[in-house]
């Protein structure tokens, strides 16, 4: 089992930044991708980064360059640096790793654009 452990959520501006960070821990050999997706109010899921392990990472047209993943592999760990973001960046932000063609996912963290 893998537990991902989330954090950085919070209120913010339009036009400001937030990082998120999530954590794996657990039994872990080989996670691949580590990403990001959200959920707004009455809105499906949705996909909005991953990276991989050997540095590649791709994106969401609709944050394509405004948020930045990074993955520190030595320590199991994904960030999102999200700039300019606007109140439509409104949802609960979600980790996804896969190890082994299984799915594991964060609790969630909450991002709020709001003036």
């Known amino acids: 089992q893998v537990q991902l452990v989330e954090s950085g959520g919070g209120l913010v501006q339009p036009g400001g930044s937030l990082r998120l960070s999530c954590a794996a821990s657990?039994?872990?050999?080989?996670?691949?991708?580590m990403g990001w997706y959200r959920q707004a109010p009455g809105k499906q899921r949705e996909w909005v980064a991953y990276?991989?392990?050997?540095?590649?990472?791709n994106y969401a047209d609709s944050v394509k360059g405004r948020f930045t993943l990074s993955r520190d592999n030595a320590k199991n760990t994904v960030y999102l640096q999200m700039n300019s973001l606007k109140p439509e960046d409104t949802a609960v932000y979600y980790c996804?790793?896969?190890?082994?063609?299984?799915?594991?996912w964060g609790q969630g963290t909450q991002v709020t654009v709001s003036s």
């Open positions: 657990g039994s872990i050999f080989s996670i691949n991708p």
């Open positions: 996804h790793v896969r190890q082994f063609a299984t799915d594991y």
């Open positions: 990276g991989l392990s050997g540095g590649s990472t």
